[in-house]
Nanobody
Framework: QVQLVESGGGLMQAGGSLKLSCVAS????????MGWFRQAPGREREFVAH????????AYAASATGRFTISRENAKNAIYLQMNSLKPEDTAVYYC???????????????WGQGTQVTVSS
């Protein structure tokens, strides 16, 4: 069973930066499509970014475009989310996820981490 563990969240002032990490452990027979999602209080889990298994295809939510960058290191079984120019609206629990198909839909991902909280103050 593959396990995903996120880290790097915390409290940041608006305009600041954070880098989230997600490390996979356990059996991995091939690189997975990986994604970042977030969930704010009272809202549905929403797509932030995803990256293909070969690191050649990325996509971002409109709210993340130009500010966030997703990357991966397959040899380390890790993905990252560099978040710049943070806004209070970015406050949420951020989750990494692994799947088999490039998608912005949470239902397409099979394995999820427990999340890391990001709080951005005004």
């Amino acid at each position: 069973q593959v396990q995903l563990v996120e880290s790097g969240g915390g409290l940041m002032q608006a305009g600041g930066s954070l880098k989230l990490s997600c490390v996979a452990s356990g059996y991995t027979f091939r690189p997975y499509v990986m994604g970042w999602f977030r969930q704010a209080p009272g809202r549905e889990r929403e797509f932030v970014a995803h990256i293909s298994e070969d690191d050649k295809i990325t996509a971002y939510a409109a709210s993340a475009t130009g500010r966030f960058t997703i990357s991966r290191e397959n040899a380390k079984n890790a993905i990252y989310l560099q978040m710049n120019s943070l806004k209070p609206e970015d406050t949420a629990v951020y989750y990494c996820a692994a799947g088999r198909t490039l998608s912005s839909r949470p239902s397409e991902y099979n394995t999820w981490g427990q999340g890391t909280q990001v709080t951005v103050s005004s």
